[in-house]
């Protein structure tokens, strides 16, 4: 069978913590179960969060004694990758029945990344992918991935691969997803713009594939008790926009904007042939004898040890 239900989950960090946040994941068990959902995306950075305005206490060339604590708060708030929260998920998979794809802050060593999990349900956490480049200030805070984790995996709805935020704005990252084969472009974010919504559907059309982008929400410019300069008092600090689009570019459901919810669409991959008749952008439409990609995906850690054994 090639038709299935996917959904995108919009809710945020609790300001309570990551057992709080575990906790409203888990209360939408039974939305999933009667979805009937295959697949369900979740925000970028939603175990762990996304600390929108806060700044570390990091000037250009000095950091102060502040902005250490409050990153010592941050790296108790991130996740073990396996851990008690991915068991739960796992748990979360199994009962569903659906494949599980979101974004959590992974504590590894003393270094944080911005790392995307995927569960199956019948054997729980199967992959994780590490955001490549972390944007803008997110660099104080994150480490980068590497090209070892960059999975496209045979999901419950078709293959699915994963791109955080502004990594879709990547487009040699968004060609070597491509190669794989993805057919369910999955993409955790907190960007709330409208231009996001232009980029999801620009993805959409340019992959031939379907995407579902799930973003956070959080209400008020203080949702995270952060102090938040120079941010209008009456706007949501992320107004969601949660969005499913299909192969050729058409929305199928939402944006969803300013409320929590369980964001569904009934998709068909059988489409996929159809719409990549006439663009197929790493096959019929690509120039190999004029452009080619190299992706290095070995593991890149900082220290190897060699043995003579």
Known sequence: MTTSVVAALQIG??????????EQILAYEQAISEAGASLVVMPEALLGGYPKGEIFGTRLGYRLPEGREAFA??????????????????GLSARTGASLVLGVIERSGHTLYCSVLFFEPEQGLVAVHRKLMPTGTERLIWGRGDGSTLPVIEGRAGRIGAAVCWENYMPLLRTAMYAKGVEL????????????????RHIAAEGRCFVISACQVQDSPNALGIEVADW????????????????????LAGPLVGERGLLCAQIDTAE?????YDFDVVGHYARPDIF???????????????NQD
């Open 13 to 22: 960090s609790s300001p309570e913590g990551k057992a709080h946040t575990l």
């Open 73 to 90: 708060r941050y790296f108790a708030n991130a996740i073990e990758v396996p851990g008690s929260e991915t068991d739960a998920l796992a």
């Open 185 to 200: 472009w999955c993409a955790p974010t907190v960007d709330e713009r409208e231009l996001w919504q232009m980029s999801m």
């Open 232 to 251: 209008p008092g009456e706007r949501q600090l992320i107004a969601g926009g949660s969005v499913i689009v299909g192969p050729l570019g058409e929305v």
């Open 272 to 276: 996929l042939v159809r719409a990549r």
């Open 292 to 306: 080619e990609l190299s992706v290095d995906e070995r593991s890149k850690p900082g220290v190897r040890f060699i």
